[in-house]
Structures are given as structure tokens and as C-alpha cells.
């Protein structure tokens, strides 16, 4: 199950509360106050995790609460504190305040650590308490409560190139080819109901992760279709991948969907319509695609590639343009890529003869 937005209550272990003793012991007159401080209540963090790619675990729990400290006792012994209470989120959370609304942290990379809810501290024991002119106080302090707030948790998919298209584009018959990734494929519009991720290994020094954007039609800012749900993980691809069907199944125009998708990427973050993009006309076994591809060249200016996902054409120049505008965009190249679940596979590219 892939959950991408979760909101939760976290509260933060209470403090224990101190100890109000006094020393007894036979032979020992005026023994003095000896009760213990209470131990600190323990936090509640999120920490980014790699290999966990959704917040299915967190689905069916709402309320996180971080063990509280224990009392304090006599004999001067100090309350254990709480255990800290770490929840394990993807890489690439957004952390935010629910009722205040604000951002309380970005958590891009694998091992970022942020504390949601503090443990309250421990109350002093009545020792504390004690001074030359109050040899035998009986004042303690209660523990701390520990903090609470409702959070709201998004994931943002972070990836190094998008697949975007129209449904039935063949973004997902791409994925699998160019990697070992194995999302759910059928010759209908919609099959797929979530991001997909696959790793490329372009060369021995070289990799990078492609996720595969689903639901995007007209419409998708406003809430049509899957797109709202989705439109948002395109924000942290470095490259967009744009994939035209040559002759779609819904008798639209293959020209006019190009730039219908990109409408609704400039809708939704007009940021992403300057984002580095390649074009490529999907499915070029079929004899029209070739005309469509010449079309999209002339009114776009761009040079346009021709694919196919069944015959291999085109795959191999593919991952390779995609190698070349990342190495721009990064000096050292794409071979430092964002965290990489172990669940998701690569494998060196070839392309198939």
C-alpha cells in the first residue's frame, strides 16, 4: 500500500516526579532528605530512513506516545528516564505543524533527524531542596508534561528524472525496460495508482533514479483524475522525461497533449515549466509516429527522439541524453544520487538488438 500523506498526534514521555525522603537508619539521627530526582520523559523523533518508501506503517496508528521517566526515589536514586520514540519516515518528508501551519522540517536526505515532541524533565526530589538554613525540606517538584502536537507528514518521491505523459503513454513499459523495476502494466489508461522508482545504471560510474509519474491529464491541478494526488512529486525531479503517444486510444490530438500536460505543470509549480526536459514520441514501431515526432520538432524547436519500449529504438540514446543533462547539471556527474531504497533494483543499461 503506498500512503504519501498521513497526519498524526505525537506526545512526548512525562517527566517523573521527584522524591520526598528522608534518610532512616539506625545509630544515624537527623539522617537528612535523601528522595531522588525524576527521571526525563523520552522524545518522539522522525528519522529518514532508507528502504522506506510510504507511510503504509503509519496509516493505522494515530496517536505515538514516547515513554515517560520514572519517579525518582529514596536513598538519593534518580527515576529512569524515558526511552526516545523514533518513527522510521521516507527520504524526502515534509514535516508540518498542523494547527500552527508551519513547515517544521524538509527531511531530503537518508539519516536526517528531526525531534517532533520533547520529553518533559524530571521533577527534583526534596535533596535538591536542601540548604544550610533548610536542613529537612519537604518541597518536591513534579515532573514536566512531555510536548504534544498533530503533525502532517508529505512525501515528496525525490528522483533524479519524471516520466511524465498522458495515461497509456508508456511510461511504465519504459521503466521496466530501462531498469529492473516491475510496475503494473495493462493497455489501459490509469493502471498505474502510484510513483514508481527504478534505479539506471548508465555505466559503471554512473547511475540515477527515474520515477514514473502517473494520472497526469487535463485538469490534474484542479483535481481531475489521479494528477492532484501526484503533481507534487514531480517538484523534486531534476529532469522531466516528457512521453507523447504517437496515436492515443482516446482520439486526441498528440500535439495538443503535449502541451496540455505542460499547462498543468505550469498550473501546478510554474517553476517546473523551466525545468530541463526531453522529449520523445513513445511507440515509434507505429508508422505515424514518425510524422508526429517531425510536428512536435517543428512547433517546439527542440530535437524530438523517437522510442520504442517493444523494438528497443531509441532507449539506448535515451539514457544517455539523460546521463549528459544530469552530468551539467551536476559537476561530478549523476553517480551520486539521492537515497535509493533497497527494495528498488539496477542494472547496467543495454539496449536490446
Known amino acids: 500500500m503506498f500512503v504519501d500523506r498521513v497526519t498524526i498526534f505525537v506526545r512526548g514521555g512525562d517527566g517523573g516526579q521527584g522524591c520526598l525522603s528522608f534518610r532512616r537508619e539506625k545509630y544515624v539521627p537527623r539522617g537528612g532528605p535523601n528522595g531522588g530526582n525524576g ?39 534518580h527515576g529512569r528516564n524515558g526511552q526516545d520514540l523514533t518513527i522510521e519516515v ?11 501551519g508551519h513547515t517544521i522540517r524538509d527531511m531530503n536526505d537518508t539519516g536526517d533527524e528531526v525531534t517532533v515532541a520533547r520529553g518533559g ?11 544550610s538554613t533548610n536542613r529537612a525540606p519537604r518541597e518536591w517538584e513534579p515532573g514536566e508534561s512531555g510536548e504534544e502536537r498533530w503533525i502532517e507528514l508529505e512525501l515528496k518521491v525525490i528522483a533524479d528524472v519524471g516520466l511524465i505523459g498522458k495515461p497509456n503513454a508508456g511510461k511504465s513499459t519504459l521503466l521496466s525496460r530501462i531498469s529492473r523495476a516491475q510496475p503494473e502494466i495493462a493497455n489501459y489508461p490509469f493502471t498505474t495508482k502510484y510513483p514508481n522508482l527504478g534505479i539506471v545504471q548508465s555505466s559503471y560510474q554512473h547511475r540515477f533514479v527515474v520515477a514514473d509519474i502517473p494520472g497526469l491529464i487535463e485538469g490534474a491541478h484542479a483535481g481531475a483524475g489521479l494528477g492532484h494526488e501526484f503533481l507534487r512529486h514531480v517538484e523534486r525531479t531534476r529532469i522531466l522525461v516528457h512521453l507523447v503517444e504517437p496515436s492515443p486510444t482516446d482520439n486526441t490530438e498528440p500535439i495538443e497533449n503535449y502541451y496540455a500536460i ?17 522529449i520523445t514520441v513513445t511507440k515509434s514501431e507505429m508508422p505515424v509516429s514518425d510524422e508526429i515526432r517531425l510536428q512536435l520538432e517543428a512547433k517546439t524547436g527542440q530535437n524530438v527522439l523517437g522510442i520504442s519500449a517493444v523494438t528497443g529504438q531509441g532507449l539506448s540514446t535515451l539514457v544517455h541524453q ?5 552530468a551539467q547539471l551536476q559537476p561530478n556527474g549523476p553517480s551520486e544520487i539521492h537515497q535509493i531504497p533497497p527494495h528498488l533494483s539496477h542494472q547496467s543499461f543495454q539496449e536490446p538488438s
Open 39 to 77: 527521571g526525563k520523559g523520552g522524545s518522539v523523533r522522525l528519522c529518514a530512513t532508507q528502504g522506506v518508501d510510504s507511510f503504509a506503517s503509519l496509516a493505522n496508528r494515530k496517536h505515538w506516545h514516547a515513554e515517560r521517566g520514572a519517579h525518582g526515589q529514596g536513598k538519593s536514586r
Open 90 to 100: 521516507p527520504p524526502g518528508t515534509i514535516v508540518r505543524d498542523r494547527d500552527q
Open 121 to 131: 524533565k524530571g521533577g527534583r526530589g526534596n535533596k535538591e531542596f536542601a540548604t
Open 262 to 278: 505542460r499547462r498543468e505543470l505550469e498550473l501546478h509549480d510554474p517553476e517546473l515549466s523551466k525545468r530541463p526536459e526531453i
Open 322 to 326: 539523460i546521463t549528459d543533462h544530469l
